[in-house]
């Protein structure tokens, strides 16, 4: 069984290889997820189904690692800018406007909707600026926006909009 594993590594290895470093665009990046790949891959060897060649499944592997490694680099990069640019002092949202119900709700939505909003119509950011420091298309932001807008209407009925870019804002049309 392990000479099987060691003459699907001696065969494959540099396909993945070269399948990651296509992915990240980093020669150690893409050791690293080959190496990480190749040894999930080992602990699972038992468990592997025969259903799909071997070297699919290690290639299936190794792009979930490209892809988590990924994201972790994602958040290192604002982890970066939160550090260069240091960490703003602490407020009581209520202080700017913005009444308890909307925090509660805020803190109800999905992350990446509150996110939207909270860029969008406590910072006044653009689309297209939160479309950058979120690294997602601009329509994936127009959407995040309309569904949570969306939910905090349900959720707060009239009281929807207090402090969170109304018409009178500047930089915030009224439909969005």
Known sequence: MKADFDALYRVSYPRVF????GLLRDRAAAEDCAQEAFVKAFDSWA??????????????IAVNVAISHR??????EVGEVVRRLGRPTEEDPTE???????????RALPTKQ????ILRHLHGYSNREIAASLAVPERTVASRLAAAKKTLRLALG????HGMGTSEDPGVSPGE
């Not at 994201?71 to 290192?76: A, G, S």
């Not at 509150?114 to 909003?117: E, L, N, S, T």
């Open 158 to 161: 009239a009281d929807f909009g």
């Open 71 to 76: 994201r972790r680099e994602r958040l290192r």
């Open 18 to 21: 070269r399948t990651l470093l």
């Open 47 to 60: 468990d592997w189904k025969q259903d799909a060649p071997a070297e699919a499944w290690v290639h299936r």
């Open 114 to 117: 509150a996110a939207a909003i």
């Open 96 to 106: 700017v406007g913005v009444g308890p119900d909307v925090v509660r709700e805020l």
